[in-house]
């Protein structure tokens, strides 16, 4: 399997400009996840998904960030109007079943806003 | 929602067993200890998981003691390229939402 795969890897944005980050999880994984990443803030859950609905979104910092998963193998999430402070890498997971299964991250989404 | 504390930074020579402790007082009788290993530019990646006693697979061993309010990973021999910052997790395995990641301890591996 190919594993998490996220789009685009790197990304300058400047401030103000809409952002979309794109994940496609494991084939028959049934949850994704939205991290974000930072020096000051360590690993932050953002959002989960289940079966395509979004579980718990409590982690998403404010309105400005969003996330959707149309379907069993896609996910974005969209940071609109983007800000500095939403520099991050942000981390897509995927698993199945129940946390006790492994978790498989994607390789990041480095942002920088500028 | 149990609290861990793991020290910030370790460092290690090549060739050495390494043991990283974290300290999770608050452990509740649900909550599974995991351990992921996340290098410079990649995603955090699963070491090893256990809920009492001792776990080990081809990469790690996990200690809990019978009172689990502590656990220690234990990489043994390691290599420069265990170099990487080593998290550990208590959480319910059936609450993705109270599965957090704590600051992680910065191993680093010397020749």
């Known amino acids: 399997d190919a594993g998490v795969i996220q789009s685009p890897r790197h990304e300058v944005t400047e401030m103000g400009q809409e952002v979309t980050l794109r994940c496609k999880p494991i084939?028959?994984?049934?949850?994704l996840f939205w991290y974000r990443q930072t020096m000051m803030r360590g690993l932050e859950l953002l959002i989960y998904?289940?079966?395509?609905?979004?579980?718990?979104d409590s982690g998403m910092p404010e309105d400005r960030f969003s996330a959707k998963m149309p379907n069993a193998s896609f996910s974005t999430l969209k940071i609109q109007p983007s800000e500095p402070r939403d520099s991050a890498v942000y981390f897509c997971?995927?698993?199945?079943?129940?946390?006790?299964?492994?978790?498989?991250f994607g390789e990041g989404s480095w942002l920088t806003v500028v | 929602l149990a609290k861990t504390t793991q020290p910030i930074s370790m460092d290690s020579y090549e060739g050495q067993e390494v043991n990283i402790t974290c300290s999770h007082n608050?452990?509740?009788?649900?909550?599974?200890i995991t351990w992921y290993q996340q290098f410079p530019s990649q995603g955090p990646r699963f070491i090893i998981q256990?809920?009492?006693t001792k776990v080990t697979n081809e990469v790690a061993s996990l200690f809990i003691p019978a009172d689990r309010k502590s656990s220690t990973l234990s990489l043994p021999r390691v290599s420069l390229s265990d170099t990487a910052v080593y998290y550990c997790?208590?959480?319910?395995?059936?609450?993705?939402?109270?599965?957090?990641f704590g600051s992680g301890t910065k191993l680093n591996v010397k020749p």
């Open positions: 997971a995927s698993t199945y079943g129940t946390a006790g299964n492994t978790i498989y």
């Open positions: 084939s028959g994984h049934d949850y």
């Open positions: 998904f289940n079966n395509n609905v979004p579980i718990d």
């Open positions: 608050n452990i509740a009788t649900n909550d599974y």
């Open positions: 256990g809920y009492k």
């Open positions: 997790l208590v959480g319910d395995i059936y609450n993705f939402n109270k599965f957090y």
